[in-house]
């Protein structure tokens, strides 16, 4: 009878505790859960930044250069150049600015006109001897895997001058 009226009376206040227990132990286990989940997203936020830091901001160890160098380049662009005829008739004279890309392993692309001289053929003509460039070394910087080639950015001023006074760009 003594054990009845203990098990009656203290059991059910048990339960109660082991199921409050039970509701704290599954909370503190979520948020450890979470921790642990934070920490590691934290940790991954941190290598993504650094990528992207290294991405946003693209200092150059080596910028790509041209081969043979620039004085190789000026006259790549004097001997390839077709002064346009209309031009010659005219006695027209002009500046295009011509950007491209040139790409990680070396070749040029994206080539536009970023100032136009005003007159088609000029900028025609500058367009389609930059196309024509040979690949260039790329660019490229170190990190901590060590060399990483880029692509870079490149604006070049292309000067047409009537023949009879032309000399090649310095």
């Known amino acids: 009878m003594c054990m009845s009226i203990f098990f009656s009376t203290f059991v059910p206040e048990i339960k109660k ?5 039970r509701r704290i132990g ?18 991954r936020a ?7 830091d290294m991405l946003a ?14 004085r190789a380049l000026w006259q790549f662009l004097h001997d390839s150049i077709t002064y346009p005829q209309d031009a ?45 460039l040979p690949p260039w070394k790329p660019a490229w910087r170190y990190s901590p895997q060590g060399r ?9 001023p292309i000067h047409f001058k009537y023949p009879e006074t032309a000399t090649p760009n310095p």
């Open 88 to 132: 010659k008739e005219k006695h027209l004279e002009g500046r295009v600015v011509v950007r491209f890309r040139v790409a990680k392993d070396g070749h040029v692309d994206s080539v536009r006109v970023h100032q136009s001289s005003g007159y088609e053929p000029f900028d025609a003509e500058a367009v389609r001897v930059i196309s024509m």
């Open 46 to 52: 941190q290598e993504r930044t650094l990528e992207q």
């Open 57 to 70: 901001w693209p200092i150059l160890d080596g910028p790509a250069e041209y081969i043979g160098g620039t």
């Open 148 to 156: 990483i080639y880029m692509a870079s950015t490149y604006t070049v």
């Open 17 to 21: 505790e082991i199921g409050m227990m």
């Open 26 to 43: 599954h909370i503190l286990c979520l948020v450890f859960c979470c921790v642990c989940l934070s920490a590691q997203d934290h940790a």
